[in-house]
């Protein structure tokens, strides 16, 4: 069974910038995507972009151009660097992993983007 711990997460004006990680208990390798979702207060949890085992990117377009994610296999780490926040930003964070057998989810951790 594998654990993702997502971090990183706070309080961040508007127009800064903030970095998540998300740590897996083993091997990242084994997944062909992992992905970031958020889901904000009152709204469902939608999709914020996908990295596939080849480094390829697929991003939604309300972050399309601010958000990056990247993922580090031998720290078996993935990442969201956010930039240019904004207050609709704000939202839990989930990171997630597929393999061809299992879907992963973390906990979530928290985005408040406010002066």
């Known amino acids: 069974q594998v654990q993702l711990v997502e971090s990183g997460g706070g309080l961040v004006q508007p127009g800064g910038s903030l970095r998540l990680s998300c740590a897996a208990s083993?091997?990242?390798?084994?997944?062909?995507?992992m992905g970031w979702y958020r889901q904000a207060p009152g709204k469902q949890r939608e999709l914020v972009g996908t990295?596939?085992?080849?480094?390829?990117?697929n991003y939604a377009d309300s972050v399309k151009g601010r958000f990056t994610i990247s993922r580090d296999n031998a720290k078996n780490t993935m990442y969201l660097q956010m930039n240019s926040l904004k207050p609709e930003d704000t939202a839990v964070y989930y990171c997630?992993?597929?393999?061809?057998?299992?879907?992963?989810w973390g906990q979530g951790t928290q985005l408040t983007v406010s002066s």
């Open positions: 997630n992993a597929r393999s061809l057998q299992n879907d992963y």
């Open positions: 990295i596939h085992s080849g480094g390829s990117t």
């Open positions: 083993g091997s990242i390798s084994r997944f062909f995507t």
